[in-house]
C-alpha cells in the first residue's frame, strides 16, 4: 500500500477520496503524475454515469461588476450538497467567470479556475469527489451600460447564493430614492409573479400555442355553441396574457393598479424597464 504522505499529496492535489488516491497510487506504483491522470480518467467515468439522474436542488449565484450584472444556476441532486463548502465555493468562483464570459457557456466550460484547470475539469472533479451529478443550468447576463439594475434573491444560503433569484434593468437617468426603491420592489414583485415577459407583445407565440390548446381542449366537452366557446377562449387567452406581461400584472405592493400604472406614477421621464431574469430552483 502507497505511503500516507503520498496519498495526502495526491488529496490535496486532485481533491479525490483517501480510498481512490490509494488505488490510484497502487496501480501507477506511486507515480503522482500518472496517478493523477488515472483519477481523471476515472473521475470522468463516474460523472457520466450520475449523468443520467435528476438534479433539481442547487443554488443561484447573482455576481455583478461595473460593466454587467449576471445570474447563473447550479444544479445538484440534494439540498445537502447545495451546502457543501467545495460546492458552495465552485459555485462562487463559476459565478464570477460567468460575468466575465457574459453568460456564454462554451467560454464559461473552457475558461481556466484559480486552480488553473478549466471549468469543465473542475466540474468533472467535483462530481467525483461529491458523489452527486452537477450541472451548470440556465444563466443570463445584463448590461449595465447606462442601465439602473436591481436585484433580489430569496431563501439565501449563503452570501449571493440563493434558491430563486431576480435581475431587472431599468433605463431611466433619474438618480433619486424613488427609482431605487421602486427597482427593489420589482425585483421582488418580478420573484413572486414570475412573469414570462415585459409586455403581450414579448410573450413567446409556442407559450400561447400551448395555452390556446389547453383552453381549446378544457372547453371542447362542455356541450355550449360554437361561438360561445370562441368568445370564452378569446377571454381567457387575453386574460393569460396580462396575467403573465409584467406591465399589465396586478402590482404585488398595491394590487389594485397594475405595474404600468405605478410606472406612469412614479413621474420619471423616459422611464422604461428593458429587460429581466428570474431563475428558481426547480423550476
Not at 491522470?37 to 435528476?54: D, H, N
Amino acid at each position: 500500500m502507497p505511503d500516507t504522505e503520498k496519498i495526502k499529496k495526491l488529496r490535496s492535489l486532485s481533491g479525490a477520496g483517501f480510498k481512490d488516491c490509494s488505488s490510484a497510487l497502487e496501480e501507477t506504483n506511486g507515480d503522482l503524475d500518472k496517478a493523477i491522470e488515472v483519477l481523471r480518467v476515472k473521475g470522468i467515468a463516474k460523472a457520466s454515469k450520475k449523468m443520467s439522474r435528476s438534479a433539481n436542488e442547487g443554488v443561484i449565484i447573482i455576481c455583478e461588476n461595473s460593466q454587467n450584472s449576471s445570474i447563473l444556476e447550479i444544479n445538484c441532486e440534494t439540498d445537502f450538497v447545495a451546502k457543501n463548502q467545495d460546492f458552495i465555493n465552485f459555485a462562487k468562483e463559476l459565478g464570477d467567470i460567468n460575468n466575465k464570459v457574459k453568460s456564454n457557456r462554451e467560454k464559461l466550460l473552457s475558461s481556466n479556475m484559480k486552480n488553473d484547470k478549466t471549468v469543465n475539469d473542475n466540474l468533472l472533479a467535483l462530481i467525483s469527489k461529491i458523489g452527486e451529478k452537477i450541472t451548470i443550468g440556465r444563466s443570463k447576463t445584463l448590461n449595465r451600460k447606462n442601465l439602473k439594475v436591481f436585484k433580489y434573491q430569496h431563501t439565501v444560503v449563503k452570501d449571493n447564493l440563493s434558491k430563486l433569484g431576480v435581475l431587472v434593468s431599468i433605463n431611466s437617468n433619474d438618480e433619486t430614492d424613488k427609482l431605487e426603491i421602486f427597482g427593489k420592489q420589482l425585483s421582488m414583485h418580478i420573484a413572486a409573479l414570475n412573469p414570462l415577459a415585459i409586455d403581450i407583445d414579448g410573450i413567446d407565440q409556442e407559450v400561447l400555442n400551448k395555452e390556446i390548446n389547453l383552453i381549446t381542449e378544457e372547453l371542447k366537452n362542455s356541450g355550449k355553441p360554437e361561438d360561445i366557446i370562441k368568445k370564452i377562449s378569446l377571454g381567457k387567452i387575453n386574460k393569460f396574457k396580462e396575467e403573465n406581461s409584467l406591465l399589465n400584472q396586478q402590482w404585488v405592493m398595491e394590487p389594485k393598479k397594475k405595474v404600468k400604472d405605478i410606472l406612469k406614477e412614479l413621474n420619471i421621464d423616459k422611464i422604461k424597464i428593458n429587460e429581466f431574469s428570474r431563475i428558481k430552483i426547480g423550476e
